[in-house]
Each structure stands twice: as structure tokens, then as C-alpha cells.
């Protein structure tokens, strides 16, 4: 599993981790567009460095557009 530190939407530092579809057995609601982010489906979970409890997952679209809109809205 690949890892980077990155900032998202709110200048927030946090480390973003690739999760393999292999490795996604949960079903996760993205806050980027709010839609569900179904098992076995490749995506990126948004750990906060000073929050860890507060970590998101996202649509890989989502997360790179996270900066263009607001979050919430649908794709």
C-alpha cells in the first residue's frame, strides 16, 4: 500500500493511502460526492496527521477534485 502526505479541502496535512480492491471488504460513503464507495472497489482513505480518528474515504476522482468543489455534491 502506497502513502504520501497531501492537504486536503480545509489545508489540513494528511496522509493518503492507495487501497487495493483486494484489500477493500467494507462499503464506505466518499465525501466527495457522497456516494457510496462499494466493497472490492479501489479508492483512497484521507488519514488527518493531527486527527488520525478522522480518516475519509474517497473515489480517487474525488480526492483529486477535492479542491474545485465543495464536498457533498454529486459526481
Known sequence: MSTWEDVDADGQVVQVRRVQPYQATKRYR???????IPARTGHLVAVPVEA???????HRG????RHRRRPGRAR
Open 52 to 58: 488520525p480518528d478522522l480518516r475519509r474515504h474517497w
Open 62 to 65: 474525488c480526492w483529486e477534485a
Open 30 to 36: 466518499c465525501p466527495g460526492c457522497n456516494q457510496d
